[in-house]
């Protein structure tokens, strides 16, 4: 008789990384997710010169639940948000983890406040999982080196894409995303009903300082 899979849903504690100081005076919020294999501690510092400049700005980065060595047993650890291991599972967590989080730092913050969201690399798919089963619409979503999941239900795809900004971010020399991929993740977000703006750098998998101080730009 072979076995029987069973789930039983836990409370389990989460972390996350702050920028900047949520006031009365926030204008805007980002919320970044990191990509495979990062700590959200080292993430959150590619945008201290963001909040360094501009005070009404508070970023918060999210770290996934899944921690593991990067290589062998010890030494470097990394988190990743999701694996084909019961994945459907571990979004249904990720999501209402992001869910409780941006409720918790939107009710600190007045309520026109700005809300950014940015996914790196496999942070991109998660936000896009995430957004879709959220009760609020971000003003601005950044799909940086990484692709809207092709899987997602067309019709909750359509609803999320209707009438929000959406940039494409990814460097000339990334060693993930060729440029026949961010071509063809345009074309299907214009399918399902948005008209993504594509930005280009000079640069590998990785975040870039002159873009981010552009996209925070757009937020003024």
Known sequence: MPAQEHHLP?????????????SAHTTQVWIV???????AAYFIRHFAHLTDADPTLVVIAPE???RFYLQGTNG???ATWMTREDRLAEIEDYVAYLNQLAESILAHVPSDVRLTVLGFSQGAATVSRWLAHSPFRPAHLILWAGVFPPDMDLTVANNLLQHL???????????FIKPTD??????????????PEVISFAGKHS???AVLRQLHGLGH
């Open 64 to 66: 996934g639940l899944s």
């Open 33 to 39: 997710c990191h990509g495979y294999g990062q700590l």
């Open 165 to 175: 900004p959406i940039t494409l971010v990814c460097g000339d020399e990334d060693e």
């Open 10 to 22: 836990v409370t389990r504690t989460a972390r996350y990384f702050q920028l900047g100081t949520l």
């Open 182 to 195: 961010l071509a063809y993740q345009r074309t299907l977000l214009q399918q399902m009903g948005a008209e």
């Open 207 to 209: 975040l870039n300082a």
């Open 76 to 78: 470097r650890i990394g």
